[in-house]
């Protein structure tokens, strides 16, 4: 059973009031971000499938007054074949010359 937060008490000599008040709030946000993702993550593989994750993050930015820009499946492909370049690009300059004796 979950029990909200009723109240806390933060003592902060010397500090802004407004400026803990935002610093808070961000805390929540952060926490609420955090354990939204563990849910998500939670779940299994045949559950939040890509489409799912695409529902869940279009209606989380709805939900708070955001844009999102998923990738299609043209854009995906690109950023797919600039990664698996990469990956040898960069194994290409950080062979190591092999010594055989």
């Given at each position: 059973?979950?029990?909200?937060?009723?109240?806390?008490?933060?003592?902060?000599?010397g500090?802004?009031?407004?400026?803990?008040k935002?610093?808070i709030?961000?805390?929540?946000?952060?926490?609420d971000?955090?354990n939204?993702?563990?849910?998500?993550?939670?779940?299994?593989?045949?559950?939040?499938?890509p489409?799912?994750?695409?529902?869940?993050?279009?209606?989380v930015?709805?939900?708070?007054?955001?844009?999102?820009?998923?990738?299609?499946?043209?854009r995906?492909s690109?950023?797919?074949?600039?990664?698996?370049?990469?990956?040898?690009?960069?194994?290409?300059?950080?062979?190591?010359k092999?010594?055989?004796?």
């Open positions: 059973m979950e029990i909200p937060l009723q109240e806390m008490i933060l003592a902060v000599p500090a802004d009031v407004d400026e803990v935002r610093a709030e961000r805390g929540w946000i952060v926490a971000a955090m939204f993702a563990r849910e998500m993550i939670n779940e299994p593989a045949n559950v939040i499938t489409t799912e994750l695409d529902r869940q993050a279009e209606g930015a709805e939900e708070h007054g955001l844009e999102i820009d998923a990738l299609d499946d043209a995906r690109l950023l797919t074949d600039a990664g698996e370049f990469g990956v040898w690009l960069l194994g290409l300059l950080c062979r190591k092999s010594n055989f004796l």
